[in-house]
């Protein structure tokens, strides 16, 4: 079974201060790594796909990186802008079209 | 940009009553899904769509549960006899055909079952 950790659950910075949040994953054969940016009472806003290890994407303040068996997802020098919960997701390669959704990082970002 | 949109943004039922809650999905991704986030809990896939047919869907997708795209835009999740513990947000998505495997979400309908 398909299985997504992320850590911290909760993350509070101030503006300006660099910090990186953690996905774990076990998935039998990775179609793809999805990191999505979730407001309260909203749905997931998509940001990246990573789809093998080495690879990294960037946006803004955001990097996503990607090994065998972790993502990433660094943000610097962030903004309050950037308060949301950060989910990772996970899509498998065997037969199946679902995603399967870490609980997610709240970030908070202090002025 | 092309988004995905839903109806309504919040609804409240009776235990026991039908509902029937709506997505436009982008006007040229053909792969549509409903996810489900109960408050607090992480997103859950509930069932996914193409070409006119169920292609895959989880435990918690029931006989109480359908789907249907009943026109050339609209894609729904009829839910036949509610219960308390169908109150989540639900999430519609869609994918394109060509190879690309993001699903983008849309802003959800908050189901209330009293």
């Known amino acids: 079974e398909d299985q997504v950790t992320q850590s911290p659950e909760a993350l509070r910075l101030q503006e300006g201060e660099s910090s990186s949040l953690n996905c774990s994953y076990t998935v039998s054969g990775l179609r793809g790594l999805f990191w999505y940016r979730q407001d309260p009472g909203k749905g997931p806003e998509f940001l990246f796909t990573?789809?093998?290890a080495g690879e990294e994407k960037e946006k803004e303040r955001l990097k996503a990186t990607l090994t065998k068996k972790e993502s990433f997802l660094h943000i610097t020098a962030p903004k309050p802008e950037d308060s949301a919960t950060y989910l990772c997701?996970?899509?498998?390669?065997?037969?199946?079209?679902?995603?399967?959704f870490g609980t997610g990082t709240r970030l908070t970002i202090i002025p | 940009e092309p988004e995905v949109t839903q109806t309504p943004s919040h609804q409240v039922t009776q235990m026991g009553q039908e509902v029937i809650l709506r997505c436009v999905p982008i006007?040229?991704?053909?792969?549509f899904y409903w996810y489900r986030q109960i408050l607090g809990q992480k997103v859950e896939f509930l069932v996914s769509?193409?070409?006119?047919?169920?292609?895959?869907k989880s435990e918690i997708f029931d006989d109480q549960f359908s789907v249907e795209r009943p026109d050339g835009s609209n894609f729904t999740l009829k839910i036949r006899s509610t219960k308390l513990e169908d109150s989540a947000m639900y999430f519609c998505a869609s994918r394109r055909f060509d190879g690309g495997d993001t699903q983008y979400f849309g802003p959800g309908t908050r189901l209330t079952v009293l």
């Open positions: 990573l789809y093998s």
């Open positions: 006007s040229n991704h053909l792969y």
């Open positions: 769509f193409y070409n006119n047919e169920i292609s895959e």
């Open positions: 997701a996970v899509g498998s390669n065997f037969g199946n079209e679902k995603l399967t």
